[in-house]
């Protein structure tokens, strides 16, 4: 299994970016997707989440009304909109799937804990 996460690279602050993730060995329209980040010397937080099929969604608190997330299960794949970029959203994004729905988590320890499946990650550098 295998999850892959692109779209990432260096976008003003103010700018947009469009993350794609996409899986192979995993049925991706039966797993809901998380987007983590991991900004420099922070640990690896939780930003967004769909449900399988596309159900319910979650943002955390700082970048609501300017991520969107969305799936396309015809193409098996999942996306973030992120719009007016700040320098606060520098980071290496994730994508990771687990069955069915999503679950917040708080902890690194946790997210590995209940997210099964993991991509490799791509930058996202805003500037100024």
């Known amino acids: 299994v295998q999850l892959q996460a692109s779209g990432g690279g260096l976008v003003q602050a103010g700018g947009s970016v469009r993350l794609t993730c996409t899986a192979s060995?995993?049925?991706?329209?039966?797993?809901?997707v998380g987007w983590f980040r991991r900004a420099p010397g922070k640990e690896r937080e939780l930003v967004a989440a769909?449900?399988?099929?596309?159900?319910?969604?979650y943002y955390a608190d700082s970048v609501k009304g300017r991520f969107t997330i969305s799936r396309d299960n015809a193409k098996a794949t999942v996306y973030l909109q992120m719009n007016s970029l700040k320098l606060e959203d520098t980071a290496v994004f994730y994508c990771?799937?687990?069955?069915?729905?999503?679950?917040?988590?708080?902890?690194?320890?946790?997210?590995?804990?209940?997210?099964?499946?993991w991509g490799q990650g791509t930058q996202v550098t805003v500037s100024s």
């Open positions: 990771a799937a687990r069955p069915l729905d999503w679950v917040v988590v708080r902890t690194e320890s946790e997210a590995d804990y209940e997210y099964d499946y």
């Open positions: 060995g995993l049925t991706l329209s039966t797993h809901a």
């Open positions: 769909i449900s399988y099929n596309g159900g319910s969604t």
